[in-house]
């Protein structure tokens, strides 16, 4: 017996997760200089952060040697006037993923269950079997989520049901009317975990405000990021707006001091700079029409994408994804997700899009 083998089986058989390749990896193996390859493998912000949030990042660090305040007093103010909520119902979580383990920790036990969709993100089914509860996966409908379906899933022993809207890694999108009625008709005791990390890349026409809703449907939990559209992916910053009783039992699981003063800092300042957001989601309008149009040029089907990032099927995804490395163009396979035919490439600045298109068709 090895301290190993105690370790419960549901911990075993866990999977790790599969993060895009770093820049420095690539460059070890491949020798090409690390200013030569382009990364659009992580959905992260080509336009860097604001700012004004890299400078309250930059003073923050003066203040490296104290503990951040725990209960997020300035970042908490400040998004509570911007979503309309008591600060009552917020939980600050280190990257939207600390709220997604928060949240299983909080409501799913070894004999529950957490329903989800195929194809949709990949912490869902981990921080369900790290708590040693049970994944219902629902197959998916046009790459994306089938409410219906995902509604008549839940068992008994159901606690969670996550929503991605946009889905990441297909991109795909539920209108807002669409999941309101769904909200309607699931069981109050079952927390509704809808995912809104690309919200901020929504064309104004789609736009929905989920948290108005957690009045009527207090089971409805919204998790939200500024990893994506503000930039801060590297610093860690997501938040929860929930009912005040289920953000309360959430902040209590969650580690005392789980964001940085850094990140706290540059939430507040990276939240006051629309200006920049707005940026952010033009040039991500600008690259999913570039990149969309070469896929139809070239004939390669490709999912309509309303997040950062576009999902093509180019056929034998690992043998293009090597001939893309080999030239120093680093995106995302899919075969995890059961999509070993696509790739789902992240949306850079136009250049990097090129360099991303060239390479492809040389791999093609
Ligand atoms: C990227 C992503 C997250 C988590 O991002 P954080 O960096 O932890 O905020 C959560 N949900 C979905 C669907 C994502 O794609």
Redesign the pocket.
């Known amino acids: 017996m090895t301290v190993a083998t105690r370790a419960p089986a549901h911990i075993r058989s866990l999977s790790p997760y599969q993060p895009g390749k770093p820049i420095s990896e690539l460059a070890r193996e491949t020798g090409i200089p690390e200013k030569d390859i382009v990364k659009l493998a992580s ?1 992260e912000n080509p336009l860097g952060m604001s700012q004004k949030a890299k400078a309250a990042a930059a003073a923050a660090l003066e203040e490296g040697n104290r503990y951040p305040d725990g209960n997020a007093f300035a970042l908490k103010a400040a998004l509570a006037k911007k979503v309309g909520v008591d600060m009552a119902q917020l939980v600050i ?1 280190n ?4 709220i ?1 383990e928060i949240a299983t920790q909080t409501f799913l036990t070894p004999g529950t269950s957490a329903v989800f969709a195929q194809y949709s ?1 990949a ?1 869902y089914p981990l921080a369900t079997l790290a708590r040693g509860a049970t994944c219902i996966q629902v197959p998916a409908q046009n790459y994306g989520h089938d409410l219906d379906a995902m509604r008549a899933a839940i068992t008994p022993d159901t606690r969670i049901l996550f929503i ?1 809207n946009p ?2 890694p297909t991109g795909t999108f539920l209108p807002g009317n669409k999941i309101e009625a769904f909200l309607a008709q699931i069981p109050q005791d079952v927390l509704v975990v809808l ?1 809104e ?2 919200t901020e890349f929504l064309p104004p026409e789609s736009r929905y405000d989920a948290i108005a809703w957690i009045k009527k449907f207090p089971n409805l939990l919204v ?1 939200r ?4 559209a503000y930039g801060l ?1 590297g610093l ?3 938040y929860a707006v929930a009912h005040p009783e289920v953000a309360d039992l959430m902040n209590r699981v969650r580690q005392p001091f789980n964001v940085s003063v850094v990140a706290q800092a540059a939430a507040v300042a990276a939240l006051k700079d629309q200006d920049f957001v707005e940026k952010v989601a033009e040039n991500n309008r600008r690259g999913i029409a570039q990149l969309s149009a070469v896929f139809d040029e070239l004939g390669l089907e490709w999912i309509p994408s309303f ?1 950062n990032f576009i999902t093509v099927r180019v056929g034998d995804g690992a043998k293009v994804n090597q001939s893309l490395l080999a030239q120093g163009v680093i995106v995302r396979p899919i075969a995890g997700y059961g999509l070993p035919e696509w790739l789902r490439v992240s949306v850079g600045l136009p250049e990097e899009n090129a360099r991303f298109i060239e390479a492809l068709r040389r791999a093609l």
């Open positions: 959905n979580g990257g939207s993923n600390d997604l993100f912490v991605a889905n990441n995912d990390a690309y998790s990021t500024l990893c994506k992916a860690r910053l997501g997040g």
